[in-house]
């Protein structure tokens, strides 16, 4: 009798260790597919931006290779205070990130090393984030997808705030 509860009582512990691990495995899965989500934006929006705002790989075009005619755009700092005030000419495409390589470099832990682009497209300035951690900000809204850029717009990449000026 006794050999029998105790074999019940193992059988029930193997069950309930087996479905704890299992719980776990799902926990971890939706916190996977979570971050994947909000990382992404949609598929088919991501596509028709994509369509409608990329310029033409190359240089090739309508434009027979010629530079976008339009008002030159600058990025001027308002923030940090240390930076204030320092201004970044924008030519037909610009990076911003902490990588050497960026056209406007960032020194900010919250910023990513390829953090955002901006480029120009039909005389248009327009910024896109590249997968960056902590998202790319205009006008204190999050990018979810490249967006149209103005005179006097904000762009926050990590905890530096640009504002966009002709």
């Known amino acids: 009798m006794v050999a ?8 029930l512990l193997r069950a309930l260790e087996v479905f704890v691990v ?13 971050v994947v989500v909000e990382v ?8 028709a931006v994509a369509e409608a705002v990329m310029p033409p790989a190359g240089g090739s075009g309508s434009s027979g290779g010629r530079r976008d005619k ?5 990025l001027r700092v308002v923030e940090p205070e240390t930076a204030r005030g320092s201004v970044y000419d924008i030519a037909e495409q610009v990076t911003l990130g902490r ?17 955002a682009r901006l480029f ?15 998202g790319t900000w205009v006008n204190a809204e999050r990018l979810s997808a490249p967006i149209k850029l103005g005179k006097g717009d904000l762009v926050q990449v990590g905890g530096t705030v640009f504002e966009v000026t002709r």
């Open 99 to 115: 990588a050497a390589g960026c056209g406007v470099k960032v020194e900010d832990a919250y910023t990513s090393s390829l953090h």
């Open 40 to 47: 992404r934006p949609p598929r088919a929006r991501r596509a």
């Open 4 to 11: 029998a509860a105790n074999l019940d009582n193992q059988n």
């Open 120 to 134: 120009r497209s039909g005389g248009q300035l327009w910024v896109e984030d590249l997968g960056s951690t902590n």
């Open 70 to 74: 339009g008002p030159r755009y600058r």
């Open 22 to 34: 299992a719980l776990m495995w799902l926990f971890f899965l939706r916190v996977i597919r979570a």
